[in-house]
């Protein structure tokens, strides 16, 4: 990645400073510090993808996490254990949220910063790239007054960005909207937000018992990752609330048995789902690059992303799947009977379409 910077030539509060300036503008989510033997690496996130942004010397490096580790009110003496902390800074008028984590490491701390703009945070919905039969279905589903939807993938899917888009689009309309969330990465106008905390067994689980005391309509879970969570979001999907939540599984369908795989009822579950988000995000073509004049492989093809979707719909026939502990394939056939279509038909369609290349599709679907 080019730049007109020496990173390696500035002090510690400079360097932190035009990095901040720097990510922000180029939509950077992720800055990581990785000491090697004889200097350090400076990587960043850009589109998904980590590259290599410049090489320090540990000198410099250590004046720079100083800095960071002031802001941040981590432990500047402690080097031998991970440490998480996070800071805000101001730039072109807006708040910008920093959360930092180091780990140790054999030639140094290792350092992430995810940088948390509230300019990217909060997409409006037809914004996301969805093809318009996903985002008419996706605009009707939060509109519903109960039930259960989920959205499925790997970290840095986007799956945050879609919730709050959903969110944002009935916000302040009559509807008392609760989010649990760990952290909270973006301020939600016209919603309550609760951030967990562990520590004090503030979870997910004994968050969403409590939120259940306070009249909600819509209830975001950050994440279900437990038995008692899950059967909690069931019970409050089928007495009259709307609850939104996610989970890390590979495909949509594949959601459903790792729900039941947590312990919950088939009996319970399928009259309480809605319907399945499967997503991840895909880079898009320049529009110089769309006739085949660029090498796809290359990262300087691409300029921004959008989002490569499946949306399973909980129909009849698939809630019967679930009632009669189908396989993954079996409830696949009989979604796609019902218009189902995978990640990867869809992503199809967006390479006959040049929105990317058959080349990112299999990078981000294998």
Request: a negative charge.
């Amino acid at each position: 990645m080019d730049t007109n910077i020496n990173w390696d030539s500035l002090d510690g509060p400079t360097l932190q400073k035009q990095l901040e300036q720097y990510c922000t503008d180029e939509g950077i989510s992720d800055i990581h510090f990785a000491p090697e033997k004889a200097e350090v690496r400076l990587d960043v996130r850009q589109h998904g993808i980590l590259v290599e942004l410049a090489r320090l010397s540990h000198k410099t490096y250590q004046d720079v996490i100083r800095q960071i580790k002031f802001v941040a009110k981590l432990k500047l003496n402690v080097t031998n254990i991970p440490q998480d902390g996070h800071y805000t800074f101001t730039y072109k008028s807006r708040a910008v949220n920093v959360r930092v984590a180091s780990i140790p490491s054999r030639f140094g701390e290792k350092f992430t910063l995810r940088i948390l703009d509230p300019q990217r945070g909060i997409v409006p919905l037809e914004q996301l790239g969805f093809e318009k039969e996903i985002y008419e279905k996706l605009a009707e589903i939060v509109q519903i007054p109960n039930g259960l939807f989920l959205i499925t993938g790997p970290t840095g899917s986007g799956k945050t960005t879609t919730l709050y888009a959903l969110l944002n689009t009935i916000a302040g309309k009559d509807r008392n909207i609760i989010t649990l969330e760990d952290p909270v990465e973006y301020e939600l106008p016209g919603i309550v937000q609760s951030q967990m905390d562990p520590e004090h067994d503030y979870t997910f689980s004994s968050g969403l018992r409590s939120v259940l005391r306070h009249d909600p309509d819509v209830i975001l879970v950050g994440e279900i990752r437990d038995y008692e969570t899950a059967q909690t979001a069931i019970d409050a999907a089928l007495t009259g609330h709307l609850v939104l939540s996610t989970l890390h599984t590979n495909s949509a369908v594949e959601a459903i048995q790792r729900f039941l795989a947590m312990g919950v009822s088939p009996y319970t579950f399928a009259p309480a789902l809605r319907a399945i988000l499967g997503q991840r995000l895909v880079r898009t073509l320049k529009p110089e690059c769309k006739d085949g004049n660029c090498d796809v492989a290359s990262n300087e093809s691409y300029n921004g992303r959008t989002a490569l979707p499946e949306l399973l719909i909980a129909t009849p026939s698939v809630r019967q799947q679930i009632l009669d502990n189908a396989t993954t394939d079996d409830i696949e056939t009989a979604a796609k009977k019902d218009g189902y279509r995978t990640m990867k038909e869809w992503g199809k369609i967006l390479v006959e379409r040049k929105v990317t290349s058959d080349a990112e599709i299999k990078r981000v679907t294998m």
